[in-house]
């Protein structure tokens, strides 16, 4: 029964070629060939009309079927062209980004060397490593980026240290207030005020003029010298206190970063 009901049509043609088959015993039987001829070409022709429209049906289920199976393929084509239209959007979205944190640094430092995104790679921060937890941390891009060791690192404020390590996806960067850092600086107002400043275990910024005798005063603000690894120009801090040093016979002075490294997020590499 339960055939009978999944195969509708097929079970309604055996049942009329059964019905003919009797018939035409049934005629055989009772008049002789003359009347099963004509009643068994009625059928006959009843039955062929029958199996037409089975067969036709049958067709256009068919046909149904796999208009249904194309409909679905161009469906999933459909949707794969639609997500890769969407990544390719997200991305075109993402160096747009990457070219407006470049415009605004070049603007806010007046890098001439910054001609376009080959010269810097924009990257984010994802964990902090140092024992002053903002002295070391690392970032998403790497060696596959084209970074190095040593490559100096800024954002839109100044200074933030270089390259300390390298990986195929990542880099740890040693911002310049870890002690291990040393950076010739001038004076940006007067550029023959030359000094060096380096890190402290508190995490701050310290370091002394080259002449005995200074006019560095409080607000100073300070720049790369352009001497060693940093190019010139870049700002570093603000002098927040300066004094003499007897015993060394040094101006000393304590500064104040350009970058908060508290709040710190994105960075640019110079390659």
Not at 33 to 41: K, Q
Not at 93 to 107: F, I, K, P, V
Not at 190 to 215: A, F, H, N, P, Q
Request: proline share 1%; hydrophobic share 40%; with cysteine.
């Amino acid at each position: 029964m339960r055939w009978i009901r999944e195969h509708k049509v097929l079970a309604a043609a055996a049942v009329i070629l059964l019905a003919a088959v009797v018939v035409f015993s049934v005629s055989a039987a009772r008049g002789g060939m003359g009347g099963v001829t004509g009643v068994f070409g009625n059928l006959y022709s009843y039955v062929e009309k029958q199996m037409t429209e089975a067969g036709r049906a049958i067709s256009e289920n068919v046909s149904g079927i796999f208009s249904y199976r194309q409909l679905q393929k161009e469906n999933e084509e459909l949707k794969e062209e639609v997500d890769q239209l969407k990544e390719e959007l997200s991305r075109l979205a993402l160096n747009e980004e990457e070219l407006s944190d470049l415009r605004e640094l070049s603007e806010a430092l007046n890098y001439d060397f910054i001609e376009g995104t080959d010269d810097i790679v924009t990257a984010t921060i994802i964990s902090f490593d140092g024992v002053n937890w903002t002295n070391i941390f690392t970032v998403n891009r790497g060696s596959d980026s084209g970074i190095e060791e040593n490559d100096v690192v800024i954002c839109g404020d100044g200074l933030v240290g270089r390259v300390s390590q390298v990986g195929d996806k990542w880099a740890r960067v040693m911002s310049l207030t870890d002690e291990s850092v040393k950076i010739s600086f001038k004076s940006r107002k007067d550029t023959d005020m030359l000094g060096i400043v380096e890190g402290t275990s508190d995490g701050e910024l310290t370091g002394y003029m080259l002449e005995e005798k200074s006019g560095i005063k409080e607000g100073d603000v300070l720049v790369t010298s352009g001497v060693g690894m940093y190019p010139d120009g870049i700002e570093i801090g603000t002098v927040s206190k300066v004094w003499y040093d007897s015993d060394s016979q040094l101006t000393r002075i304590s500064v104040k970063p350009s970058v908060d490294f508290q709040s710190l997020d994105k960075v640019s590499v110079v390659l």
